[in-house]
């Protein structure tokens, strides 16, 4: 089993910054697939970033985010950071952090974190 912390969401204005961690038990972070989903009210869920466990460089982020946001790992503290730089009040949403293997789907979930955007 995996579980995953949340933490690190909040109010903020346009054009400002947040960092998410996704602290993680059972498993190390170098020995899974690691993704920051998000969830608008009303929408889908969407993936936002993901991380792959063999290969820190192989990172993925959707198109809306690209430039803005920056997925990263500490393996020491075994956990996972979403780093959001010129958020727009469309980022506003519930995030999520998801371990599993990203070929087949995320079988591990947070419990979300909003983040709240103000323009």
């Known amino acids: 089993q995996v579980q995953l912390v949340e933490s690190g969401g909040g109010l903020v204005q346009a054009g400002g910054s947040l960092r998410l961690s996704c602290a993680a038990s059972?498993?190390?972070?170098?020995?899974?697939?690691m993704a920051w989903f998000r969830q608008a009210p009303g929408e889908e869920r969407e993936l936002v970033a993901s991380?792959?466990?063999?290969?820190?460089?192989?990172?993925y982020y959707a198109d809306s985010t690209k430039g803005r946001f920056t997925i990263s790992r500490d393996n020491a503290k075994n956990t996972v950071y979403l780093q959001m730089n010129s958020l727009q009040s469309e980022d506003t949403a519930v995030y999520y952090c998801?371990?599993?293997?990203?070929?087949?789907?995320?079988?591990?979930w947070g419990q979300g974190t909003q983040v709240t955007v103000s323009s």
């Open positions: 059972g498993r190390t972070v170098t020995s899974i697939d």
């Open positions: 991380i792959k466990r063999w290969n820190i460089s192989s990172r």
């Open positions: 998801a371990a599993g293997e990203a070929n087949i789907g995320y079988s591990y």
